[in-house]
Nanobody, 125 residues
């Protein structure tokens, strides 16, 4: 079992950057593959980024490629999402999620067993 808590969201202007963090507690964070998802009002939760247990493989949703970077520090039990060149369409609640490690990217929300409570990112001028 792992518990997840996101932080780092806020109100920023277009073009700004933010770093989201996801602190994990409980057992064996380093054995989980992790993902970031987001959900805007009135829309379904969508995949943003994925990382394997050791950071050896990552994957991104097309609209964030080249702007967002997922990373993890297993010694600190923390997952990160660095977001650059933010756009208004990036506005959403962002969630981190954990699942048993799998070597290939997993983009479906239903495949993840553990979720944080979310952190709001608002991009507006």
């Amino acid at each position: 079992q792992v518990q997840l808590v996101e932080s780092g969201g806020g109100l920023v202007q277009p073009g700004d950057s933010l770093r989201l963090s996801c602190a994990a507690s409980g057992r064996s964070f380093g054995t989980y593959a992790m993902g970031w998802f987001r959900q805007a009002p009135g829309k379904e939760r969508e995949f943003v980024a994925f990382i394997t247990w050791n950071g050896g493989r990552t994957a991104y949703e097309d609209s964030v490629k080249g702007r967002f970077t997922i990373s993890r520090d297993n010694a600190k039990n923390t997952l990160y999402l660095d977001m650059n060149s933010l756009k208004p369409e990036d506005t959403a609640a962002y969630y981190c999620a954990a699942r048993p490690n799998y070597g290939l990217p997993v983009t479906g929300a239903g495949a993840y067993d553990h979720w944080g409570q979310g952190t709001q990112v608002t991009v507006s001028s």
